[in-house]
Every structure is written in C-alpha cells, then in structure tokens.
C-alpha cells in the first residue's frame, strides 16, 4: 500500500483480516477482540502511521473528555505509595466536577510510557496528559511536541524552553530543608537512597547533598529502583561498614519503612545509632516505632492543582507559562536526633 495514501479503518481491517467494527475496538483499547488480534491490528496502524481523520473527530466530537496519566513505577508496589493514591485522588477530585475521565496506565518502562501516548492520540482517547518524574535530557519532550499532544510535567524545578509546561515544587529547596535540618543536628555522614539517577529530582537533591561537603559533611548518594527489597539490600550494606553513616534519607515513605525495619532487624537503634527521614509522608509513617521525620505537602491539593492546570493548557493555544505547587514543611518526629558521640 502506497504510504503517502491516507490509511483509513477498512485499510487496516483488509491488511488484519478482520471487520472494521474490530478495528475499531482495538484502536480504543475496547473489549471485542483477542489480545493477539488487538497486537496485529495496532502493529498494522503503527506501521502505517495511522491517525484518526479530522472528519472522524469531528463526528464524535472535538475532545475526548478524558486525560491520560501513564505512571512508570513497579505495580505491585504503587499501591502502596502515599503519594501516588493521594495525587491521582486529588486530580481526579478536581476532574470530576467537570466530568472529565481520567484514563490511568501503570508501564514498566520509559519506551512503554512514549507509546502508550503514541496510542492514546493515535486513537484520539486522550485530551492531554500528566507526567510524572522528569528526566535529564527527557526524550518525552519532542514527542508531544511531534504529537500535538498538550501535557503538563509534574517536577522539581521550571521547565525548559523546548519542554511543555511544569507544575513544580522545589526539590533543591526540599533537599536543603531536609539536609539542613540534620546538618543542625550535628550530622556529617549523611546518606541519600534515592530511585533511579536520570530522574531530574535525584540529580536536584543528590546535588544539594553533594554540595554540602563545603561545609564537612561527608554526603552519599545510593540508587534504587524503588523497591523495599533494593532499599533493603543497600541499607544492610550501609549498616556492615565500619564507619556507619549517622543519618539516612529516602526518596518516600515506603523506602523509609523499609530501611527502619532493617535498622530494627540488625539490631540499630533509630535514632540513637542512625537518624532515618523522608521525602514524602503519610498516615504510616506517624504510625510507625519510632514515627518517621517527613517532609509533609498536600499531596491531593497538588493534584487538584496539576488537573486544573492541563485543563487549562488542553484549552490554551500555546504551552502556559509554568506554576507552583503548595510548599512542604519539615515534620520532626522520634526518628531523628543528634548523632552518637
């Protein structure tokens, strides 16, 4: 088939051997048709680079009424994150009193997350998107610039002038409240275990610390994934060495109970032996013994604010200009004190 041809629905249907009513179910990932079918036909439409007509939109309407958030995260441990229940609740609070959908996909990698937005405006289900964790150097950017697909990035500082538009807080100035406050403490063998190191937060917070040995304080950065078994493994190693480091700090709450509950097995006592805190809280995190020093926002209120804010650039003709999110504060709890003699 000639590729400069426009490809249309009973194109793909001949090419599949399927119906066109087929097709169409799986290029809006609706129940109809088998996996392997669903996989065919979507290999058909991405080989041809099929995208809806003008005249189709028009027909079932301009808008989707539906936003897409494409979270890259492990699924067996998001549920257990604060931070993602309390975001996704508040933006989809703010969605619902304008009867918006919201369509959540949970991916494993960076290239699955670029092509499941390759099919939601392929299939036009989405009006916009949020998107979480940016990246140093994010491949994500030029493709909703080829897409045509209005985002707004969920980050740790302003965007850049070829990125779409941030709702921000500032995790340089949260990584300074938080190392800073155990520098106070007398602290100097400070730790950070953080997720993956092209994420632009690590890079913001894991520099503050660095920079810090301007002032003596011996800073580290450890790299997850994540996961309670990875932070379990790097804080058993950190808790071997010789020279143990006095404070540690986690990326979120569920890696801060992890390593506590390390701590607790090796027989560590927080915070007389180490000092443990967190970039993130939650209700867990007061409940825990000792209760866990946090850094505290209003997850769900920066939620609401993120979904107001692509609503407003789904109807902007051209990226917005960036905006703030509500600022953390520092919640001292019983897991932080001076450091042993």
Known sequence: MSRSKRVTIADIARQAGVSPGAVSFALNGRPGVSEETRQRILAIADHHQWRPSSTARALVGARAGVIGFAVNRPARTLGSEAFFTDLIAGVQSSLADRRIGMQLAVVPSIEDEMDTYRRWRRANQVDGVLVLDPRIDDPRH????????????????????????????????????????????????????????????????????????????????????????????????????????????????????????VAQQSGVRVPEHVSVASFDDSAVTSLVHPSITCLTRDTFGFGEQAARFLLDQIEAPSTLPDRTGPAPVLTERESTARPPA
């Open 142 to 261: 030029e493709l909703f610039s080829s897409l045509g697909l209005p985002a707004i990035m969920i980050g740790g500082e302003p965007s850049d002038e070829e990125g779409p538009a941030t709702i921000w807080l500032d995790d340089a100035e949260a990584a300074r409240t938080v190392f800073g406050f155990l520098f106070d403490l007398g602290h100097r063998r400070i730790v950070y275990v953080s997720g993956p190191s092209e994420h632009e937060h690590v890079r913001l917070r894991g520099g503050v610390l660095q920079a810090m040995s301007q002032q003596g304080v011996a800073g580290e950065v450890i790299e997850t994934d994540y996961s309670p078994a990875q932070v379990a493994a790097a804080v058993h190693e950190l808790l071997s060495r010789g020279q143990r480091p006095s404070a540690i700090v986690f990326d979120n709450d569920v890696m801060a109970i992890a390593g506590l509950r």
